[in-house]
């Protein structure tokens, strides 16, 4: 299990268009995937567990990828909420 935190950079944070392919790309890892943000942690899976976050843009959140590909779910991620989707 890894766990990163990560500034969300994306102009209008991880709502809507954003959350959705967020969550499209996370399931092409086999990992379990969770996003955090205060004391709430959600299925990073989920549509609805990450639209229940409401993400803009300067928040801060815990990326946390337990499985086999973790390392690479981590990388391609992160790399998600910090460019423009």
Do not use: C, W
């Not at 809507?16 to 969770?34: G, K, L, M, T, W």
């Amino acid at each position: 299990m890894i766990e990163k935190t990560v500034k969300i950079e994306l102009d209008s944070g991880l709502q809507a268009r954003p959350a959705a392919y967020f969550v499209q790309e996370a399931n092409r890892f086999d990992s379990h995937i969770f996003l955090e943000n205060d004391d709430k942690k959600v299925n990073a899976k989920s549509i609805m567990g990450l639209m229940s976050l409401a993400l803009t843009k300067g928040e801060e959140i815990k990326l946390i990828i337990e499985g086999e590909d973790e390392e690479e779910a981590m990388e391609y991620l992160t790399s998600l909420v910090r460019e423009k989707v």
